[in-house]
């Protein structure tokens, strides 16, 4: 049975998508059998494990709104173990969509058990926001993990994560825990990333990671080559620090 993590944070642009690509393609490299699930209308997963527009036949979309078998809808990535149910901007109507449906709540979570057993690892790529979709991948997961970034304000917000999580836990998925809380984009030069990271430790306590995750360019780069980082440049810091980040999820789930 797969351990599902959610990638989640209702701000943008912290480093979800980053996190859910090469931390994917991290438990990839140890073996681990990863499927990553872009829900995100954006598809920044999608296109940042190399999977272009014009090749996605069916996407999450379709999982959501049509029921379509999870099956028919992933894809292989080029980095060997890592797999993609890809989103396209299709999904920004989704939300709309299943409002009115029937069992609206629980598509994804469906969706997720029928594939369950072909992996170790599920990340789910979470949109910019609390609704719908990302109450659809609380109900799907075993826990969420929240990148933060490091800067002003970075735990604004958060209670109201933690708020939907109760929620989730309440009326769908009791067992739901917060995997661990991971500091992006971290600048060691300046005082405000030491005050962020204490901030975030006072409050998270132990469930934050250890590994850092600096601001590294080779990160920003990887993207739009279509690869992980541990594929573009295997020898940047970014690639050793999601490598060593792996090496703590690993840690924590025993596997
Ligand atoms: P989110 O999914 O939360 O919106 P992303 O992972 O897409 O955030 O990151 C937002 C932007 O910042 C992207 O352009 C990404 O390439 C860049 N980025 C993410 N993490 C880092 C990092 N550690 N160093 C430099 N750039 C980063
Ligand atoms: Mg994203």
Do not use: W
């Amino acid at each position: 049975m797969a351990h599902v993590i959610a990638l989640a944070n209702q701000k943008g642009g912290v480093g979800k998508t980053t996190t859910a690509v090469n931390l994917g393609a991290g438990l990839a490299s140890e073996g681990k059998r990863v499927l990553i699930v872009d829900s995100d209308a954006q598809g920044n997963a999608t296109s940042g494990v190399g999977i272009s527009k014009q090749n996605i036949q069916k996407d999450v979309y379709d999982v959501l709104v049509n029921e379509e078998p999870m099956q028919n809808v992933i894809m292989h990535s080029a980095h060997e173990g890592l797999d993609i149910v890809p989103a396209t901007i299709q999904l920004s109507g989704a939300e709309i969509e299943l409002t009115p449906q029937m069992a609206r709540e629980t598509r994804l979570q469906n969706a997720i058990k029928q594939i369950n057993d072909q992996y170790d690892y599920v990340l789910i790529d979470c949109p910019p926001s609390l609704g719908l979709i990302t109450i659809n991948a609380f109900t799907a997961s075993d826990s969420i993990l929240i990148p933060v970034q490091s800067e002003y304000y970075a735990l604004e917000g958060l209670s109201q994560l933690l708020n939907t999580v109760q929620l989730v836990q309440k009326h769908f998925n009791p067992n739901l825990y917060v995997e661990g809380v991971l500091l992006t984009m971290y600048d060691a030069r300046t005082n405000l990333g030491a005050q962020v990271n204490e901030e975030v430790r006072k409050f998270f306590k132990e469930k934050v990671y250890k590994s850092i995750i600096p601001r590294n360019v080779r990160l920003s780069e990887a993207p739009s080559h279509g690869l992980p980082i541990i594929d573009y440049d295997p020898n940047s810091k970014g690639a050793k620090v999601y490598m060593k980040l792996t090496k703590e999820v690993l840690a924590a789930n025993d596997k």
